[in-house]
């Protein structure tokens, strides 16, 4: 049977990820789905047995591998270069510290057979972001989402755990999209020639999991690529409009005063 369908995971120091990972989605996705789907690492030169671990699973049978990248590093040009190195004509991308459940990638490649784009959304009734997040981290994450709001109609474009029809991934030119940062779903929904203004999208509701192997990668400079990211989504969708702009680094400004007010101060 010929691959159908991959899952692309950027990875980063993963390496006790790796397994769980890998023996989860296999199982969820069942013998008939496991024979169509491949799995692909995208590693950056992490060094850490990472790649022996892919071998191992390898050799036990699973459609896996690891690509190491050596001249390029960071989360949205590791996913672009899986989706792109992907055989799978239903490509879908997922975090390696299982805060995405490889329970629910089976829902999301049933989603994107309908839906040129999927998305897992932490935002419906019943599912939620961690509970167990700190409150700046949820002041940045609903920041974040509210000033992506006029880019698209997808409820959690911040999210990690997504999903498309590789066909228009390759109908848009590569250089058009901005690889920097970690909001690789934003900048695709707003740039991908997509059907119907981009506004027929699957929604998958699932809970947002805790990391309980290696440490989160977010940083100061994830946070000031993505406002690089919507200044130029911003330009590109509305024109340079200087009022929205003024309005969007106003906005952010006194939310990152009060994010280093409240670190100080608690
Ligand atoms: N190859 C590669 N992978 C990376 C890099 N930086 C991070 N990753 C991988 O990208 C995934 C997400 O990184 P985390 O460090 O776990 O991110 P997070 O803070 O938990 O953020 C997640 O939640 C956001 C939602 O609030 C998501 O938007 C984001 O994509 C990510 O899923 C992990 O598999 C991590 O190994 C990098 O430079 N290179
Ligand atoms: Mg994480």
């Known amino acids: 049977m010929s691959v159908t369908q991959s899952v692309i995971v950027p990875a980063y120091k993963e390496k006790l990820n790796?397994?769980?990972?890998?023996?989860?989605?296999?199982?969820?996705?069942?013998?008939?789905?496991?024979?169509?789907?491949?799995?692909?690492?995208?590693?950056?030169?992490?060094q850490d047995g990472s790649v022996e671990e892919v071998e191992s699973l390898q050799k036990q049978g699973y459609n896996v591998k690891i690509i190491v990248r050596t001249a390029e590093r960071g989360l949205s040009s590791a996913v672009l270069r899986g989706f792109y190195d992907a055989q799978g004509d239903y490509v879908i991308c997922m975090d390696a510290d299982l805060q995405h459940p490889p329970e629910s990638v089976p829902r999301l490649f049933?989603?994107?057979?309908?839906?040129?784009?999927?998305?897992?959304?932490?935002?419906a009734p019943g599912v939620g972001?961690?509970?167990?997040?700190?409150?700046?981290r949820?002041?940045?994450?609903?920041?974040?989402?509210?000033?992506?709001?006029?880019?698209t109609v997808a409820s959690d474009p911040m999210s990690g755990f997504f999903g498309l029809q590789k066909k228009y991934l390759l109908e848009a030119k590569e250089d058009d999209i901005n690889k920097e940062g970690f909001k690789?779903?934003?900048?695709?929904?707003a740039k991908l020639p997509l059907p119907n203004n981009?506004?027929?999208?699957?929604?998958?509701?699932?809970?947002?999991?805790?990391?309980?192997?290696?440490?989160?990668?977010?940083?100061?400079?994830?946070?000031?690529?993505?406002?690089?990211?919507?200044?130029?989504?911003?330009?590109?969708?509305?024109?340079?409009?200087?009022?929205?702009?003024?309005?969007?680094?106003?906005f952010v400004l006194v939310t990152y005063v009060a994010h280093q007010f409240y670190s100080l101060v608690f």
Do not use: C, H
């Not at 972001?129 to 700046?136: A, E, N």
């Not at 002041?139 to 880019?151: E, G, Q, Y």
């Open 18 to 46: 790796i397994k769980p990972l890998t023996t989860r989605l296999f199982a969820a996705l069942g013998n008939e789905g496991s024979k169509s789907t491949e799995l692909i690492f995208v590693d950056d030169n992490s």
């Open 129 to 136: 972001i961690d509970k167990d997040w700190p409150l700046y």
């Open 198 to 250: 981009g506004e027929k999208i699957g929604e998958v509701p699932f809970s947002f999991g805790v990391r309980t192997e290696g440490e989160s990668k977010l940083s100061g400079k994830v946070m000031i690529q993505y406002l690089q990211q919507l200044k130029e989504l911003y330009v590109y969708k509305f024109g340079a409009n200087n009022l929205i702009l003024f309005l969007l680094f106003g």
């Open 138 to 151: 949820r002041v940045i994450s609903s920041t974040a989402r509210m000033m992506a709001r006029p880019l």
């Open 110 to 123: 049933d989603s994107l057979r309908e839906n040129p784009f999927v998305i897992g959304t932490r935002y």
């Open 184 to 189: 690789i779903a934003l900048e695709l929904l």
